[in-house]
């Protein structure tokens, strides 16, 4: 039973352009969400949050977004830059536990 | 402050055969999150440990176990290993009890099990 899930397992992206990912959760408890990003060979990062009282974070390029009746949010990266180059996991929190999706793969391009 | 390290890096090991991950959170973290990581799946929740006590479990099976140590430091156990045990096993420290985690957690490189 996938709670979280990021139905795009890569995406690709030109420099300079917005780059967005989704994610999709089905448990209706979750209250906190969060995105890391992932380098190979080093452990995930956080990245930016969002509590389920707002539905929009901003911190610099990005800028998560919380759609609570159609339970999905997403990543905006603005402009995206060669090091975004990464494995982008959402996570939700809930129950004391801490629920990652599958991870999307972005690629930007020069 | 030094970030959260796991030992070893790589491992191989062979079919039926147990294994010890080990894990120092950052200072003064107490609580320590164990998960895997395999392609496709994402991070797969294992458990999780503050002040020594599990506090919470993923859907695993009892082959895999843990502790931690007056000093935060914590171990994990995979006992008759399963070629489906080839995975990256990820360590992540925090700060606060993580009821409804408000903080974000901290990830260690990771350890590279291999099982022939």
Known sequence: ?110 | KAGVTQTPRYLIKTRGQQVTLSCSPISGHRSVSWYQQTPGQGLQFLFEYFSETQRNKGNFPGRFSGRQFSNSRSEMNVSTLELGDSALYLCASSFYRTSGVRHEQYFGPGTRLTVT
Not at chain 1, 22 to 50: Q, R, V
Not at chain 1, 53 to 67: A, P, Q, S, Y
């Open chain 1, 1 to 110: 039973d996938q709670q979280v899930k990021q139905n795009s397992p890569s995406l690709s992206v030109q420099e300079g352009r917005i780059s967005i990912l989704n994610c999709d959760y089905t448990n209706s408890m979750f209250d906190y969400f969060l995105w890391y990003k992932k380098y190979p060979a080093e452990g995930p990062t956080f990245l930016i949050s969002i509590s389920s009282i707002k539905d929009k974070n901003e911190d610099g390029r990005f800028t998560v977004f919380l759609n609570k009746s159609a339970k999905h949010l997403s990543l905006h990266i603005v402009p995206s830059q060669p090091g975004d180059s990464a494995v982008y996991f959402c996570a939700a929190s809930g129950a004391q536990k801490l629920v990652f999706g599958q991870g999307t793969r972005l690629t930007i391009n020069p």
